[in-house]
């Protein structure tokens, strides 16, 4: 049916084929940007655990490393077990942990963290002859302004602790820097997670720990609150309520 573009009808027809073109436009557009936000949340995440498994390799592509050394898993804290899930990287922990059907709030919260999901994202890390070298956990907990977010890598063993690193965070600019500075966080590898009883023994001490102590990590001046935020969140995660089932059900998988 022909009209003329100046008529009412040719208004009506011009302003919905816009509309129509832009609906498409930003359809399109965000789904590309989705894929892309996408693409660098996989990217971040694998080489926060080479950095934490301490194989981060700046002459080897990382994604090609991760590909060939880390072997990432979904974990029910509950169980212990194993949970098959396609596409494990693009697994979202923090939506998990705020949807209500896919977490639980903490018995006793002593990271801060008010929720925590049911399922959690680890990492095992070999070497290149498929040895086990370590296991990165993901763990997280309230400083003195902001939750802190980080990676904390076990040695075989499941209580020596091989690295730890933050990759975010929103303490004091300048006085709790610290938590992403290599020179404190190196000072946690070679310490001990668990005493002879097997109780969770980490402690950052403020004035620094002992000559010899194996669970002793030094504490910065200024910024105490932020150093037992970090203390607390691992002890939460390495808890009854955090990995210690998983840790207990790997070790007797281990031992057979």
């Known amino acids: 049916m022909a009209f003329k573009k100046d008529s009412v009808m040719g208004t009506m027809v ?13 359809t399109g557009t965000a789904e590309i940007l989705k894929e892309r936000k996408l693409v660098k949340k996989r990217d971040e995440v694998q080489q926060f655990v080479l950095k934490a498994a301490g194989i981060a390799n700046s002459s080897v592509d ?9 072997q990432p898993k979904l974990v029910d804290l509950e169980t212990g077990e194993y949970i098959a899930q396609e596409n494990i990287l693009d697994f979202d922990g923090r939506m ?11 018995k006793k919260d002593t990271a801060k963290i008010k929720s925590r999901a049911d399922q959690v994202r680890i990492f095992e890390v070999f ?3 498929g040895k086990l070298t370590s296991i990165v956990m993901p763990i997280y907990g309230k400083g003195l302004w902001s939750m802190m977010y980080g990676y904390l890598a076990v040695e075989p063993d499941l209580n020596t602790i091989k690295n730890i690193v933050f990759y975010e965070h ?5 006085i709790a820097d ?9 000072l946690w590898q070679g310490k001990q997670l668990f005493d002879a009883k097997g109780k969770i023994a980490i402690k950052v001490i403020k004035g620094g720990a002992k000559a010899g102590d194996v669970h002793g990590v030094d504490g910065v001046s200024g910024a105490t609150r932020t150093g037992v935020g970090i203390q607390k969140a691992v002890e939460f995660w390495f808890g009854v309520e955090g990995y210690q089932t998983f840790l ?9």
């Open 127 to 129: 070497d290149a002859e």
């Open 170 to 174: 929103g303490e004091t600019p300048g």
């Open 248 to 256: 207990h059900r790997f070790a007797k998988a281990e031992e057979k």
């Open 96 to 106: 998990a942990a705020i949807n209500p059907e896919t977490s639980r709030k903490p």
């Open 62 to 70: 990382f994604r090609e490393l991760f590909a060939t050394r880390v």
């Open 178 to 186: 610290f938590v992403t500075d290599p020179a404190w966080t190196s």
């Open 14 to 26: 011009f302003i919905i084929s816009l509309s129509l073109v832009c609906s498409f436009m930003i």
